[in-house]
């Protein structure tokens, strides 16, 4: 849970501003954009904390879970729902 202040790619945020996720786009060009503080656990129990992002919906990105535009570069092997 954050707690307190905090402060990603030089924002500030505090635990009273609500965090959006929004989806945008659809099929293969579906993103999910997430603004307020939020943290990421990985694997292995490393946490990141940022404030927004972009998130991959195609499952292609290089960047892992982040959406890095690979969506636009091959759509013919992107599976659409």
Not at 10 to 24: A, Y
Not at 66 to 71: I, T
Not at 74 to 81: E, L
């Amino acid at each position: 849970m954050i707690t307190g202040q905090v402060q990603t790619n030089g924002e500030t945020m505090d635990n009273t501003t609500k965090t959006k996720l929004e989806v945008i786009g659809n099929g293969r060009t579906r993103r999910y954009k997430i603004t307020g503080p939020i943290e990421v656990v990985d694997a292995e129990g490393n946490i990141t904390t940022f404030n927004r992002g972009v998130l991959c919906g195609c499952g292609y990105s290089k960047t892992g879970i982040f959406c890095d535009g690979s969506h636009n570069v091959n759509p013919s092997k992107v599976n659409i729902d």
